[in-house]
Nanobody, 127 residues
Framework: QVQLVESGGGLVQAGGSLRLSCVASGGSFNLYNMGWFRQAPGKEREFVASISWDSGRTDYTDSVKGRFTISRDNAKNSVYLQMNSLKPEDTAIYYC????????????????????WGQGTQVTVSS
């Protein structure tokens, strides 16, 4: 059974940095695209960033481009989200997710393209 566990969230001042981690257990991590999503109170879950199974492609939502970096280490079954220059509007619960299919290509922006989800980690950015 696949399990995803996020960590690294917390409270930070605007302009600060956090690094989120997500460790996967079970299944073939290295064959699946991974994504980070976030959900703020009263809002729908939204795409933040994704990385292909081979790290050949990364995508970001416009609001985090140039500030966030997604990466993965297949040897450690882990995916990361380095978040710099944080803003109050980045406050949300952040979730990592594993794609529905293995060896996929193309854009992976939609929640429906992901089948496995972590429990989330809270990120709070104070002004």
């Amino acid at each position: 059974q696949v399990q995803l566990v996020e960590s690294g969230g917390g409270l930070v001042q605007a302009g600060g940095s956090l690094r989120l981690s997500c460790v996967a257990s079970g299944g073939s991590f290295n064959l699946y695209n991974m994504g980070w999503f976030r959900q703020a109170p009263g809002k729908e879950r939204e795409f933040v960033a994704s990385i292909s199974w081979d790290s050949g492609r990364t995508d970001y939502t416009d609001s985090v481009k140039g500030r966030f970096t997604i990466s993965r280490d297949n040897a450690k079954n882990s995916v990361y989200l380095q978040m710099n220059s944080l803003k109050p509007e980045d406050t949300a619960i952040y979730y990592c997710a594993r794609s529905l299919v293995s060896g996929a290509s193309g854009r992976y922006y939609e929640t429906t393209q992901y089948a496995k989800w972590g429990q989330g980690t809270q990120v709070t950015v104070s002004s």
